[in-house]
């Protein structure tokens, strides 16, 4: 059976018995294709040609290219990936799963092995009818809300207080771990101390001095409460960042299945060692599992054959699913914003994370990267003349020496005294110089293309300004060496760029006046376009839900500001699961109307079909796009969502959602937005 290209003429089941939510067809094919896998542990690669991960895999081994494209190949596995597309449905799927078929087959295991034989050990160790679902923090209360429209009993353990239900709880002044031989917990108790009776008088003052006594609150594991949980729960869920209290309650049960929903971006901790009977990563990205923080529990598995991988995916076709669910088709729209005149200077010369940062806001923490160091004048100052500072203090300090001594030869000391009067005026004076130099950056020009100068940088070789694009140019073609001293640049830190602040205010009064005139998109930054766009929807639309995403949570702060003057409310998603199932609620009812979102750590796994406006505040990785889209763009929703890339000149400008996305160039042509949705506004009637 073919478990990829999954279609409507593959098989499928009935809907399953105790889950309230009727399942759509593509759900049912692929709860049929996961139940055959786990059936036959068999995945089939009949004739695969050359160009195949599987020839890029075992080629060294190969003597005979013909024999390898004419056999068929069996690859017997306890482990697969859920990898529908994003807003697909694959958390129905899954309890789907675990209802029409609660406990897969226990498979032999592999020791060792060569061409000519194979070592396997069949278990007789019994497996617990349960299985464990491990979800990033943030999906718990999602997956607790899917659970309960079934039947299935489960415990879910999202907070510390959760695992109470496994122990005996009392209270002692004696800390004894493993008590009886039991793993204990000891906490300090809030509510209960103790003071002995007897007290003792302090010489000298008429008040006691009491002896106070620590209560412990101890929690002893109970291991008659463990089993009897596990017999009448089918299913765990398990907030990943509880893994270590879990593994110390479970250490080493053997699961039904183990499932890791958004296996992409959870946090995996070094310490996880959960198999079960089968196993199941969840992420519409799987490729990428290989590259992040679960990559040691991969490795586990697949070992240094992580080509074979898209071997292991179970996945309908993308046609099949949109047909199956109806998902309406998005509204694109691009908008090309100012790349800011800075990084215009420097784009060329700085790596891809870097511009990534550049492109999100985060200008200052970018240029910190390249290992220049940004500041204002003031204290650039204090960084360059550090050294001849505690030169001009050490010379002070041994004049003050050299006078109060009584000398043997005068003639020797009085020159002494007189050296060391020079130095100390030539150390002021390099303080005046430099001192000058900076602040007279506005009136001078940079001696290398005679123009004002465009973000000044000082050497500390001459200390000497040049424009930053004079300077890495001027370093770039002569060896680093310094256009004026030709002393050698060794490190980007024995350069400083200047962040004057007068310069500053007077961008601040640019910006405020570019808000009052007509110009295009292109010539503001992406701070300014978003304003004009949050203003614009908050005036034609009565109850707008948007979803701001960005790589970096700095982005935020900057734009907080722009969100403020167009009177929306707004909140950042992060915190516990509660308080985030709590800001979704809001926004979801309409009482917040922006939700501001990292894309690394919220990008993936929530339902938020209510928003109507998905902004994109720079380009991201397509696999992550696609996350980030699904948020929005996934199965339940009714109409149209509208996404908006914000866009500028260093940016690719390819959209694989659409092949004709609207251009919006100007706040005029922002009606395009609401014309074209304003009959698909969540809540109102057509």
Not at 485 to 491: N, Q
Not at 604 to 620: C, D, F, V
Request: charged content about 25%.
């Amino acid at each position: 059976m073919n478990f990829f290209n999954l279609n409507e003429n593959s098989p499928t089941i009935k809907q399953p018995q105790g889950l309230e939510v009727k399942l759509r067809a593509h759900q049912l094919t692929s709860i049929a294709a996961m139940r055959e896998l786990e059936k036959q542990s068999n995945i089939i690669i009949d004739r695969p040609t050359t160009n195949s991960d599987l020839y890029r895999t075992i080629y060294y081994r190969l003597n005979d290219i013909e024999e390898f494209v004419n056999s068929t190949y069996i690859i017997e596995t306890n482990v697969a990936i859920l990898a529908d597309k994003v807003g697909s449905g694959k958390t129905l799927m899954i309890i789907g799963l675990i209802l029409s078929k609660s406990i897969p087959s226990i498979h032999d295991r592999l020791m060792v092995g060569t061409d000519y034989f194979s070592l396997k050990m069949i278990s007789v160790k019994e497996s617990e009818n349960v299985n464990l679902i491990v979800v990033p923090h943030n999906l718990v209360n999602q997956w607790k809300d899917f659970i309960n429209k079934s039947n299935l009993p489960y415990i879910s353990f999202n907070q510390m207080s959760d695992f109470d239900i496994f122990f005996d709880i009392d209270y002692t002044n004696e800390i004894i771990y493993y008590y009886d031989n039991v793993f204990t917990i000891y906490n300090k108790s809030k509510k209960k101390t103790i003071s002995n009776k007897k007290a003792k008088k302090v010489s000298g003052s008429k008040v006691s001095k009491k002896k106070i006594t620590e209560i412990y609150e101890r929690k002893r594991l109970n291991i008659k409460k463990v089993n009897k949980l596990l017999r009448k729960n089918s299913v765990i869920l398990l907030n990943v960042n509880r893994y270590s209290l879990f593994k110390q309650i479970f250490p080493t049960r053997k699961w039904a299945r183990v499932i890791i929903d958004e296996m992409d971006t959870i946090p995996i901790p070094i310490a996880f060692d959960e198999f079960g009977n089968f196993n199941w990563f969840i992420t519409a990205t799987p490729t990428s599992i290989l590259n992040k923080s679960c990559k040691r529990y991969v490795n586990k598995i697949f070992g240094t054959y992580g080509k074979l991988l898209n071997y292991f995916v179970v996945k309908n076709e993308d046609q099949y699913v949109d047909q199956s669910i109806v998902l309406p088709k998005p509204n694109i729209y691009i908008i090309i914003t100012l790349l800011q005149k800075t990084i215009s200077v420097i784009k060329d010369m700085i790596p891809y994370d870097i511009l990534q940062l550049i492109n999100a806001g985060n200008v200052k923490e970018a240029i910190v990267k390249l290992n220049c160091n940004v500041d204002t004048s003031d204290n650039i100052v204090n960084v360059l003349t550090d050294k001849i500072r505690i030169e001009l203090h050490n010379l002070k300090k041994e004049l003050e020496y050299v006078n109060g001594i009584i000398p043997i030869d005068f003639n020797t000391h009085e020159k002494k005294i007189e050296t060391l009067k020079n130095n100390i005026d030539r150390c002021k004076t390099k303080l005046k110089t430099i001192k000058n130099r900076i602040d007279s950056i506005k009136d001078e020009c940079c001696i290398i293309c005679a123009d004002i100068y465009d973000t000044p940088t000082i050497v500390d070789c001459c200390k000497h300004v040049f424009c930053l694009k004079c300077l890495l140019s001027a370093l770039k073609i002569s060896d680093n060496k310094c256009p004026y001293c030709r002393y050698i640049l060794k490190s980007n830190k024995e350069y400083h760029i200047i962040d004057n602040k007068n310069k500053l205010n007077d961008k601040k009064v640019i910006k405020k006046s570019i808000k009052n005139t007509d110009k295009k998109f292109c010539d503001l930054d992406k701070a300014d376009v978003l304003e004009h766009i949050l203003r614009y929807i908050s005036k034609n639309d009565k109850s707008p839900r948007i979803l701001i995403f960005s790589d970096y949570s700095q982005t935020f702060e900057k734009i907080i500001a722009n969100i403020l003057r167009v009177k929306l409310e707004y909140k950042n998603i992060s915190g516990t699961p509660s308080h985030i199932t709590n800001i979704i609620d809001d926004f979801n009812n309409g009482n917040i109307n922006v939700l501001l979102m990292n894309s690394q750590h919220y990008g993936s796994g929530l339902n938020l079909q209510a928003a109507n406006y998905l902004i994109l505040y720079h380009r991201m990785t397509s696999e992550l796009e696609t996350q980030v889209i699904g948020r929005a763009h996934r199965f339940g929703r009714k109409y149209p969502v509208n996404i908006i890339y914000l866009v500028n000149s260093s940016e690719n400008h390819d959209i694989n959602l659409s092949d004709n996305p609207y251009m919006i160039n100007s706040e005029d042509e922002l009606c395009k937005m609401i014309k074209i949705s304003e009959n698909n506004i969540i809540g109102k009637k057509k």
